[in-house]
T-cell receptor, first 112, second 114 residues
Framework: GENVEQHPSTLSVQEGDSAVIKCTYSDSASNYFPWYKQELGKRPQLIIDIRSNVGEKKDQRIAVTLNKTAKHFSLHITETQPEDSAVYFCAASRTGGFKTIFGAGTRLFVKA | DVKVTQSSRYLVKRTGEKVFLECVQD?????MFWYRQDPGLGLRLIYF???????EKGDIPEGYSVSREKKERFSLILESASTNQTSMYLC?????????????FGPGTRLLVL
């Protein structure tokens, strides 16, 4: 079946450094790739998403890149801050399919 | 602002009990989902519904059933709770009839089955 692999499972960076989380998906028909952030004890919330008709999208300190040929997409966080510490989930879905497949999550620690 | 609420934040039940988890969304979303979240396994889809009275199995439906009698409400039922169903349960909703849209999550219900 479809799956999404996410790496690394844990990432620790120094405040101010960049963090990169990578995901690979298996369903070549996937065309929507959201990223969710889940702070401790809270619900997952969308932080950025990208559709298959673009290769990159930025929103302030976060950006997502998509390589459809390789079926890879990545989350980039620059100038990390302690409040970026959370679990991040990548996901993939496709038009006409109601299921969203989530990666296993990356726990990001930003050390002050 | 989308609001998805779940009936309980914490629940403790005994093995064999029937358990009801309820989810309500106030944004007239067509699609609703139930996930369980376990460390290292991400979010796994139990069931989803794309319309009232419609339901589809997700990846791990065994031991669960669902009910969607009204558009805003989606219930998850554990027919006979077992200890391996101890988990965090998250409800979500999304708009659209074609899929591929943002999901909005509830706060989660942490269920402990003794």
């Amino acid at each position: 079946g479809e799956n999404v692999e996410q790496h690394p499972s844990t990432l620790s960076v120094q405040e101010g450094d960049s963090a990169v989380i990578k995901c690979t998906y298996s369903d070549s028909a996937s065309n929507y790739f959201p990223w969710y952030k889940q702070e401790l004890g809270k619900r997952p919330q969308l932080i950025i998403d990208i559709r298959s008709n673009v290769g990159e999208k930025k929103d302030q300190r976060i950006a997502v890149t998509l390589n459809k040929t390789a079926k890879h997409f990545s989350l980039h966080i620059t100038e990390t801050q302690p409040e970026d510490s959370a679990v991040y989930f990548c996901a993939a879905s496709r038009t006409g399919g109601f299921k969203t497949i989530f990666g296993a999550g990356t726990r990001l620690f930003v050390k002050a | 602002d989308v609001k998805v609420t779940q009936s309980s934040r914490y629940l403790v039940k005994r093995t064999g009990e029937k358990v009801f988890l309820e989810c309500v969304q106030d944004m007239d979303h067509e699609n609703m989902f139930w996930y369980r979240q376990d460390p290292g396994l991400g979010l796994r889809l139990i069931y989803f519904s794309y319309d009232v009275k419609m339901k589809e199995k997700g990846d791990i439906p065994e031991g669960y059933s669902v009910s969607r009698e009204k558009k805003e409400r989606f219930s998850l039922i554990l027919e006979s709770a077992s200890t391996n169903q101890t988990s965090m349960y998250l409800c979500a909703s999304s708009s659209g009839t074609a899929g591929g849209e943002t999901q909005y999550f509830g706060p989660g219900t942490r269920l402990l089955v003794l």
